[in-house]
């Protein structure tokens, strides 16, 4: 089973800041979080992780707190495209490449003009 | 920039007749999976492979799949006799390999049974 736990939907206005929240409060030291977001039943999209600072590439901000038990992740200009089930995944890190990811149900992103 | 592909992009296929899914994994990448997701449902584990050799499999993946990467660039899951349960998308993944641990994920089959 998935060890996060996401709001099962959330709406954001066009051109507005998208901040998803996961808590993950029994994540261990050696486990990542990862991003992710499906549009419509394409394939995952990978977004972005970390394991304990904040991380910042072109598509988002992933904010974790200092006790790593729940993370943010900012789309800082919300726009239609970025409409989408977003997926929030705790995974156990480096020498461990071939680790299955675990989907949970996500959060149904509705980005709103 | 490098993806994975995956063919065909739709398959309808009839009750116990066998369907090969393919996937062309990013180039550079040395560990491959298969997921699936009902529509509707949850993205599923089902297989890991690496070194030509599976790595993990999930309950799901049963005696009816298999795995193959029958040449250098080919990834193939195999469903030998395929049910209406087996209706579902399918997805290609890749990673480079140990210290990389991002899987980037094709667009997806779409299989259907009847």
């Known amino acids: 089973d998935a060890k996060t736990t996401q709001p099962t939907s959330m709406d954001c206005a066009e051109g507005r800041a998208a901040n998803l929240p996961c808590n993950h409060s029994?994540?261990?030291?050696?486990?990542?979080v990862y991003w992710y977001r499906q549009i419509h039943s394409q394939g995952p999209q990978y977004i972005i992780h970390?394991?304990?600072n904040n991380e910042t590439n072109e598509m988002a901000s992933l904010i974790i707190t200092e006790d790593r038990k729940s993370s943010t992740l900012i789309l800082p200009h919300a726009t239609l495209r970025d409409t989408a089930v977003y997926y929030c995944?705790?995974?156990?890190?480096?020498?461990?490449?071939?680790?299955?990811?675990?989907f949970g149900k996500g959060t149904r992103l509705s980005v709103i003009a | 920039e490098p993806e994975v592909t995956q063919t065909p992009s739709h398959q309808v296929t009839q009750m116990g007749q066998e369907v090969i899914l393919r996937c062309v994994p990013i180039?550079?990448?040395?560990?491959f999976y298969w997921y699936r997701q009902i529509l509707g449902q949850k993205v599923e584990f089902l297989v890991s492979?690496?070194?030509?050799?599976?790595?993990?499999k999930s309950e799901i993946f049963d005696d009816q799949f298999s795995v193959e990467r029958p040449d250098g660039s080919n990834f193939t899951l195999k469903i030998r006799s395929t049910k209406l349960e087996d209706s579902a998308m399918y997805f290609c993944?890749?990673?480079?390999?140990?210290?990389?641990?991002?899987?980037?994920f094709g667009p997806g089959t779409r299989l259907l049974v009847l």
């Open positions: 993944a890749s990673s480079v390999g140990r210290s990389q641990e991002t899987q980037y």
């Open positions: 029994t994540i261990s030291g050696n486990e990542y």
């Open positions: 970390g394991l304990k």
């Open positions: 995944i705790v995974r156990v890190g480096r020498n461990s490449g071939n680790t299955p990811l675990v």
């Open positions: 180039s550079n990448h040395l560990y």
């Open positions: 492979f690496y070194n030509n050799e599976i790595s993990e």
